[in-house]
């Protein structure tokens, strides 16, 4: 065989074996949507269906109608505010510890290790401590915990951002008149914009995902959307359409805004380890 | 470029790679500690404090039916070693563990290989593969539950075709078979983060090493085992440990699964938490247990942030 047709057929095998890992990496994800789109019949049929007859969208309604989709909303709720509050409280101390190495080699080991408990051993402490203060099923009580369980990360990776900006130009800030605070604001962070963006939304994706912690803190009123899914686990198998439609609304908007991020998904996910 | 002249990137470098000024201008020095301040607070708050309130707890004997706050030895701690239940609990996340974290290093970097050179439609194939990394957890436990169902899922189905008769696996019952439905759904989702992280580390290799070996002729295997996996090695144990640390407090798969169950065979250590706290209030006892999970990971911890230094 010549190099070329060579060539050529190792291209052929990599393409095809491509193809298919993407399509069995996939297919869970499409049997999840299309189950949104069934009919109970179609959910229900033996042998099982690979497709809806039609985009049936009756579940979608029912969950609206009932207001099982509020619980969509509360999770915005709590991941918006929760990010808000560890991106600001986060990027501050981040500055800190990446210009004055505020606390030394220590406190920055020591924020980063809070990031590893558990969540189990962590949650139920706080459960009992939310019983006495009353803060069980609130909105301040679950942004509160998100904001304590992301601070580690936001601070890390932020860190690592604020330590790519050179100095000299804060320096020259500086020189010119600036105050500390407003070279942070007005040099450091836009510097560090698309640090800033990455962060934010892994943050965001973090607080939106949980479920341990708000199985245990919520109840009704403030029950995310995570949460939500699991109140038609174990009854009669009649909920596999509301699963489905709960998880679609739950993850179709992160599957968007990953769509924007691929650049920054590696030091992202790496918590900071691997600059991709 | 003419060697007399400096680039700005040098000057930068220059400037900051002087050392900082040991003193501090006035105002500056309360300044950083004002930064730290608020984040340091809440950590407190939320990260230490339950920490300290467990160890109190702990000592104490606090049940469903009774709330005794004497001081009660160290009789939870005996109990721990004494609780058969929480040993399986620990040993089945060490096996799922031992399992999953393997399988998905070597299929992680299979793909990673697959996909480090170009290949039409790259891009397209990467933003797809790494979806499952952003489903919520319980979400990728609901969806393989759907998956595999005996009766309405495809999993049985698809058997089916290759066994060429009806196949009824009960993938949620059977003791032989609920670990591989748990694996599965691990492995798959997170695959993707082990694939994202070695083609990255791949992509860093030194090209102009694999080429002088390829002079040399070096056979591919040799290639590999020499030049690029220790090239790889420290992005390679990052992702292990991470990876392993989240195995480790595996809750949300397992509980849409199987809920632990049948009885206790998947239960593991978060999920054996959860059950002896909050269904059956075992208030002390469970202190006991979420400390001793909290003194296991602290270890695995330290190393990790060594390592985590080291890939920096």
């Known amino acids: 065989m010549t190099t070329l047709a060579r060539r050529r057929a190792v291209l052929a095998l990599r393409i095809a074996a491509a193809v298919a890992l ?28 690979w497709y809806p007859g039609q985009f049936n969208l009756d579940t979608y309604r029912v969950l609206f109608k009932d207001g099982d989709a509020t619980t969509v909303g509360n999770s915005l709720i709590v991941a918006f505010f929760s990010t808000l509050l560890a991106m600001f409280l986060g990027f501050i101390c981040a500055y800190s510890l990446a ?8 406190l920055a080991n020591w924020i ?42 936001v601070i890390w990776m932020m860190r690592g951002y604020i330590l790519d900006v050179p100095r000299a130009l804060e320096e020259s800030a500086l020189v010119d008149g600036c105050t ?25 994706v973090f607080a939106w995902n949980d479920f341990i912690f708000a199985l245990v803190l919520t109840r009704t009123e403030v029950a995310t959307y995570t949460v939500q899914i699991t109140h038609y686990f174990g009854g009669q198998s009649n909920f596999w359409g509301k699963i489905s439609a ?31 | 470029m003419d060697p007399g002249r400096v680039s700005l990137e040098q000057v930068n470098d220059a400037v900051s790679s002087l050392p900082a000024p040991t003193r501090a201008p006035f105002g500056e020095r309360s300044f950083k500690y004002l930064l730290v301040g608020p984040a340091i607070f809440v950590l407190l708050l ?10 109190i707890v702990s000592f104490q004997s606090i049940t469903m039916t009774e709330v005794n706050t004497d001081f009660a030895g160290a009789a939870n701690y005996t109990q721990l070693f004494a609780d058969a239940r929480l040993w399986q609990a620990l040993l089945h996340t060490l096996i799922i563990t031992a399992i999953a974290l393997p399988l998905e290093l070597v299929l992680g970097l299979a793909m990673a290989q697959l996909f480090l050179d170009r290949l039409p439609g790259r891009a397209i194939f990467i933003a797809l593969l790494v979806l499952p990394v952003v489903v919520s957890p319980i979400v990728s436990g609901a969806t393989w539950s ?46 993707p983060f082990m694939f994202l992280l070695l083609l990255a580390a791949l992509g860093n290799v030194d090209r102009s090493q694999l080429e002088a070996a390829a002079i040399d002729g070096a056979r591919w295997w040799r290639t590999f085992s020499r030049i690029v996996l220790p090239a790889i090695a420290p992005v390679m144990t990052v992702a292990i440990l991470i990876r392993g640390l989240d195995l480790f407090r595996l809750f949300d798969i397992v509980w849409a699964l199987t809920q632990g169950g049948p009885g206790t065979m998947t239960e593991t250590i978060s999920v054996f938490t959860y059950v002896k706290g909050f269904q059956q209030f075992e208030t002390s006892y469970t202190a006991a247990v979420a400390l001793l999970v909290v003194v296991l990971l602290s270890m695995v911890v330290m190393y990790l942030l060594r390592k985590m230094e080291l890939a920096r």
């Open chain 1, 22 to 49: 993407t399509l069995v990496f996939m297919f869970p994800i499409y049997w999840l949507f299309m189950i949104s789109f069934k009919t109970a019949g179609e959910i229900y049929a033996f042998p099982p269906k």
């Open chain 1, 180 to 204: 500390r605070w407003q070279v942070i604001w007005r040099v450091v962070l836009p510097m560090c914009r698309a640090g800033l963006a990455a962060t934010t939304i892994f943050t965001f």
């Open chain 1, 99 to 106: 210009r004055f190495s505020t606390g030394g080699k220590h």
């Open chain 2, 146 to 191: 759907l998956m595999f169902n005996h009766r309405f899922g495809p999993i049985n189905q698809i058997i089916g075709w290759f066994a060429g008769r009806e196949t009824i696996l009960l993938w949620s019952i059977n003791p032989g078979l609920v670990y591989p439905a748990i694996i599965a759904a691990e492995v798959w989702q997170w695959t």
């Open chain 1, 246 to 276: 709960m998880s679609v609304l739950g993850t179709l908007p992160i599957f968007i805004v990953t769509a924007f991020m691929q650049r920054y998904f590696v030091r992202g996910i790496s918590l900071g380890a691997v600059k991709g």
């Open chain 2, 46 to 55: 939320i990260g230490v404090f339950p920490l300290v309130y467990l160890l």
């Open chain 1, 112 to 153: 980063v290790s809070q990031r590893m408990i558990p969540p189990i051993a962590v949650v139920f402490p706080i459960f009992l401590l939310y019983v006495f203060f009353g803060l069980v099923d609130t909105y301040i009580g679950v942004i509160l915990l998100y904001t304590a369980f992301n601070l580690p990360y």
